[in-house]
């Protein structure tokens, strides 16, 4: 199977490691991850509170390279998947971009990498190359604003009870938790000017995590994982609540499922230990 693959920034920087599972993940299903060629930044998160014309531009552009590929779009980042989407509905509202002209395949979907998965790739595929199962680990699937909402942007078919991460885990032996904040916001990008409330709003995730029985969170955004990983020290720091509830991207406990040999590498780069509740757990 092949598909175009827009990977966006962060997943060459501050989400390395979720980068280089979905690769691995993706060669271990068999499936070809075409990265668009010369693509570019998509604008989140900040064009498109500084310029609209200009963030739809910019995504808008990887939109037409991919319409030469012809190829269905699959994007992990769900910030990148908002922009793309946003993008989308513009030009298929023949909204005008002033002095630019854009050639847009509209027969191409795209599609976030959750979603694909499970629905494109399949539960037989998925759990056919499983070589350990999760079983005893209990996470709850934090999937954050921005793959889901607004459905009129993002085509989410369940805004408010998005499943596929849920399903996945599931599949692969663990305990998933229910709770209602899987698509409540982390605080996105006030974590640098406002971080006040981005850890007000970080704080009622962990509680509600903890509250749902979960001694994990499970992500597939590299913002929210940052957020909910990287400020439960100082969140702890001011309440005297512990949390130590690590954060995992969904596809690196693939991989781990999967008995792909640079799984430790990638959990070792969390903030939160998130290699000893899986020695706990005997899943390493």
Request: net charge negative; with cysteine; aromatic share 8%.
């Amino acid at each position: 199977m092949e598909v175009s693959y827009y990977p966006g920034c962060s997943l060459d920087s501050t989400a390395r490691e979720y980068g280089e599972s979905v690769e691995a993940v993706a060669e271990a299903l068999g499936v070809e991850l075409l990265e668009l060629p010369d693509w570019n930044c998509c604008g989140a998160s900040s064009a498109h509170v500084t310029d609209d014309m200009l963030a739809t531009a910019l995504a808008a552009r990887n939109l037409e390279i991919a319409g030469k590929v012809g190829k269905d779009i699959v994007v992990p980042c769900a910030a990148c998947f908002q922009r793309l989407k946003a993008a989308e509905k513009k030009l298929l509202a023949g909204d005008a971009i002033e002095g630019v002209s854009f050639d847009y395949n509209s027969n191409l979907r795209i599609m976030d990498m959750g979603d694909f998965l499970w629905e494109d790739v399949g539960p037989e595929i998925l759990s056919s190359k499983v070589q350990r199962t999760l079983e005893g680990l209990n996470p709850v699937c934090y999937y954050g604003c921005l793959t889901s909402r607004p459905p009129k942007i993002t085509d989410a078919r369940h805004p408010e009870d998005p499943q596929s991460m849920d399903d996945l885990m599931k599949l692969l032996g663990a305990n998933v938790k229910n709770w209602s904040y899987k698509t409540d916001c982390c605080g996105a990008n006030l974590v640098l000017t406002r971080p006040d409330i981005a850890q007000k709003l970080i704080q009622k995730l962990l509680d509600m995590a903890k509250e749902a029985g979960a001694d994990c969170i499970v992500a597939g955004c590299p913002m929210c994982q940052y957020n909910v990983d990287s400020q439960q020290k100082e969140i702890a720091a001011q309440t005297g609540t512990e949390y130590n509830l690590p954060v995992y991207y969904f596809t690196e406990l693939m991989g781990l499922a999967y008995g792909l040999p640079a799984a430790e590498k990638w959990l070792s780069r969390h903030s939160i230990d998130a290699v000893s509740l899986l020695k706990q757990k005997e899943l390493i």
